[in-house]
Each structure stands twice: as C-alpha cells, then as structure tokens.
DNA sequence: TTGAAAGCGCTAACAC
DNA sequence: GTGTTAGCGCTTTCAA
C-alpha cells in the first residue's frame, strides 16, 4: 500500500492541513518542514494525483487528438508541447485517430470521460462536430495545424500563416526568373493544402502568370505521394522549371524521384522543400526551404491552453498566427532559358 | 456541473448501488435499465473515472517512456499498441524522454504519481536504475524492443529477434556470392546494435570471414548519420561490395547518400535495408529488407501488460522474442567479381 | 436484485 | 500556522 498523508499526519503528529498546505506551497513553520520532508522520505510518499484531482476538479491532463502519429511534423510538434506541459504538471495523453473522423469523435469522447482539462487538437473533421461536446463540457479547445471555420471564435487555434508561405516560396523562384511552376500540395480540400494553394495563385497571379492545372499535383503528405508526384510532373510534355514541395515527407520523396530520373538540382530544376531542417542535415545540403517553427507551434499550444484553463471567461478565444521562414540554400537557379537569355545580353 | 450518478439516482428513484451496478456490467430489472439509460441520455451522463480510479485504485492508464518520439518505429509501435489498450478503456500517456537518462527517470516518477496501472519503456538507461521505483511500487513493467540485462526476470519484456535478423540478411548476402559486406549500426552499446553486430559477426565467422573494422560503421540511427555512415565506407579505398543497413532512417539516407555518389544499387552495390515496408513504397521499389513487426510488437506490449494486470502474481515475467521477416526485392546481385567470374566458367 | 452507508486520498473552509 | 471536518463521485460490502 501506498503511504497517504494520513500516514504523514501520523509520523509528524501535524494534521492533514498541514501536510497538504506543505504540498501546495502554503506557508509551514521551518520545524515542522523538516518534519515532515523527513517522513517523506522515510515512507517514499507521493501525493496521489488521483485523489487530488477528484477534490480539485482538476486532472491536470490534456488530451491531443492528431491525425497521425507517424508524421515527423506532428511528432515534433507534440514534443515540444508535452515538454513544456510536463513542466507544469500536466500529463499529455495523445490519440491518433488515423485520420479517420468516427475514431477522431471517439477520442474526443474518450479523453472528455477521463475529465482531462483541455483539448489540443489537429482536426481531421473539418466540420467540427466531433469537438461539440468538449465546447459543450466547457473545456477549453485548442486547434493546431489547421482552422475550422465553423468554430470560428469559439476555439483558439495555433496555425502559421499559410498562405504567406507559399507567396514567400513561389515568390523567390519568380525572383530567379522562373515563370514556370510546379507545386505539390497534400491531400485536396485539406485546410493547408488550401491555403498553400492559394499563396501559389496569388504570387503568379500578381505576376500575371495563369498557371496550368498540370502543374499543380495533390498527393497525400508522405514520401510515396510526393514520389510519384513529382515524378508524372516532371515526365509530362513541358514540365516546370521550379518546383515547391509543400511538406517534409513530400520533399524527400520528391527528391529522391528526381535523383532517379536523373534530374539535377538545381542545374535542371530549382526546388523548395519543406520543413524539417535538422533531420535534412548534409543530406540536401543546399535545398532551400520553407521551415515552420514547429518547436514554436507546439510551445504557443501549451502555453495557449494553459492560459486559457487560468481564465475566468473561457470564451476569449484566440487564433496564433506564426510565420514561416525561408532558408535559402543553392537549390534555386535562375532557369536555363533565362540563362541562355543572358549571353546574348 | 457535470452530472453524476447521484443526479441518476434522484431522477430515476434507484439506489446509487444499482446506478453502478448497471455501468459495471451488473444485473439490472429491465425497467430499471430502462429507466437508467433514460436518465443517462438526458442528463448526458458520463461515468467520472477520476473518482473511479480513486475507489478501484485502478487508473487505466498505462506510461509509455520511449527515447524519442521522431522516429518511425517507436511511432508505429506506440500506434498499436495504443489501439489495442483503448479499446481495453486504457488511456495511455506517452513520455518522450530525449534519449535522456535523467529526463527518463523523471518522466518515470512523473508516470508514477498518476498512478499509472503499468509501464512500458524502450530504455534508454541500460543499467535500469530508473526502474527501480516502479518495481517496488510493484506495477508491472514491460520493456519493448531493448533489454536490460540486469532486470533479466524481474520485468517483462518484448523484442525481436535482433541477432537472427542481422544474420538472415547477411546470409542473405552470402549466399548471393558476397564476401566483403559492410554493415551500418546504430549508436555503440545499444542493445539493438549490439545484436545486430552479432549476428553480422555470427553469419560471417561461420563461413570463415573476418571482417575488418573499416567495414563496420556506427551511425545514430538517424537519416543523417545513415547518409554520413555510408559515405565515408563507400569512400574508403576498398569498399563492400554488399551493405545491410539496420534502421530505417539509415538506409533512406544511405540511399541517398549512394544516389548522390552514383553508385547503383545493384548493380554496383547490393543493399538490405530494415523496416517500414509502406512508407517505402515504390521509392525504393525493389529493395530487399529485414522487416519488424511494429504492429505486433505493439500489440504485443499490450497484451502482456493487461494480462499482468489481471494476474494475482505480478512478479511471472516473460520475454516474448518475434521474428523479423526477409522480403527480397532486387538490390541484392551477385557481386561484380563473381558475375566476371561466371563468363569464365 | 436493491439500497444504505462507509470510505478511497486529498483539499479547503472554518475555527482555533 | 495549525487542526478538524466535510465531501469530491464513485465502488462495494452488507443487510434487506
């Protein structure tokens, strides 16, 4: 049996009051102190979270409901989160639902039934009614990654400016005198496949380019998807000469696929990834990028949650916008047409 | 306020006994079920495990400790293992301890406090010291895919078959006609490495080879240092003319890193490769490789901690060592030498 | 089958 | 600063 603060109270001779003030940093006579860090000691005791959150109503838990558990992307997200959550006490509990929205409504349920504070959530419903009954729990929700428009104002939300990302990307290869550009994006009418869409369409527009339909390729957001996609790109008849990969797995993929058809970087093609900095390492040594903070993301969600469980008005619900930043490596030349153009300047 | 059964038992004029009964699995007279389930429905009542655990002194939940949570096979394991145990009502709360000792023990005693019914850890301190206080809590531990010598019969535990794997593939090699076959480990001391080397060392010594240290590298495990590793041992004067490369990661990014370099896979260089079949896809379509079960890996932790949960003897530990499995692509061929020597015969 | 009542370990008035 | 006490929401004897 685990030692309780009865136990305590009896070694000490103090009462329950004590011990338990002593443990929420209450003020406790210095004797009386030693007193009772030498019972702790000696009986190894550790206040049982169980029976402190049935009397405070407070788990000091949070649940995160993610897509998917084997994406570098979330994974490093979830990360930094947990670790500052853990700092303050608080335990992550973490359901995948496999991007599949019955299991994601099941999850929801799941962690509400378990009394957890507050809800971190990168939604695969973009509906959201699977976070109706959280709202309705009155516990504060928090979307990462990706906004759902009909909760708008009722949840806070930590996303990076999307579309500003891609304008940046799209931007710097109109800047090297690209006027043909391909694009990868992930799955269709996914909130980020959207945004980085339209961040395409603005840059080129500004410009007055139309692109092609044929230059823009959804995959799925893994290796294999960003693979095969960037591989039909570049074999149709007049493919791009610049390319911007919208995620991490995508950008590996795709890498690769051109390493395999022979394509050089940027000799025959300039390229943008994404994400990932650290694990790319000396493996595209000069791949010039698109790096979300995802150290950040995961830090605003904990810090955006753990505010919010402090406030009295739970309603004022807030949107984090974090911005992207581009990397510039050598990936990106001026095209050869432009090139050729130039000797005869 | 969320309802509780007091509330139910008011409304439907039963006992609280009888209220718990029936969430307990129960007989109760069909109108009082009746009743009760109308009740639940209007007041949207859901059980408060909190208060449960507190009376059970059961918290269904379960700790996960793991080295890192970025990396694709910890992922996929915790992915199942997660499915299986939530559809048990286990909640599982994951630590991810930066391969950290000290970060590992904390999070132990963390998990601790919250009563956590059981622990399963992929160690990172091989001395096993940080598991000391859960085993005189007398919680059941399960180690996955790492042993600790010294805990040998006091934890239970789930591997693979690590030494069978790396001698499988070397065979593998051997038989195609390889003599000088290079091999890219993890970190040194790992447990997992240490295996792995062994029956590299077991497959070779058996057909009278010795392998010189240049042919043994030792990366981290990681894309980076797979690409690093193969690198410098295809660089050396006389390279291998085969490679078993031991993770995932390693063997993408020393794909890559032959990719970059020009050496052709077979033709110029055989390759085995571990793990994550799908992710592969058709990137790397005919590699041969070594293949854990995640899947069951994780299932199988699951399994085993619930079963030590219901058993009145905790102290029954077992080891349950799975197989890997080999499924051959093309990326293995007899060696240059021996294909000339063929046109001779 | 059902209900009354005790109590899991802790916190938070409240009185001292 | 400290002690007494009630009670968080549930399960579980025990008696009816």
Redesign the interface.
Known sequence: M?PTMKDLSQITGLGLATISKYFNGGTVREKNRILIENAVKQL?F??????R??KTRR?H?IGVVIPE??N?FI??I??AM?DLL?RRNY??????C?SDPKREKEAV???????VDGLINMPTDATGTHLKSAM??GIPVVLVDRLIPALDGQVSAVVIDNVRASEKAIQELLNAGHRHIGLILGEPDLYTTNCRLQGYLNSLRAVGITPSQEDIRYANY???GG??AVQQLMQQPDPPTALFITNFEMT??G???L??MGIRVPEDLSVIGFDKLE?????FPHLTLIHQPQHSIGQECANLILALLNEENRLSHRTVILNTQLTRGTSVHPPKQAEAGKEFA
Chains 1, 2 share one sequence.
Do not use: C, K, W
């Open positions: 685990a190894h550790v206040p049982n979270e169980v029976a959150s049935l788990s838990v558990l084997s570098a994974t490093s979830i990360s947990e853990r335990a992550v509990i973490v359901s995948d496999r349920n799941f962690l509400l039934n378990r009394q309705a729990a893994t290796m294999n693979y095969q590996i993929g890498m690769l696929a390493q395999n694990m790319f390492g000396n493996i």
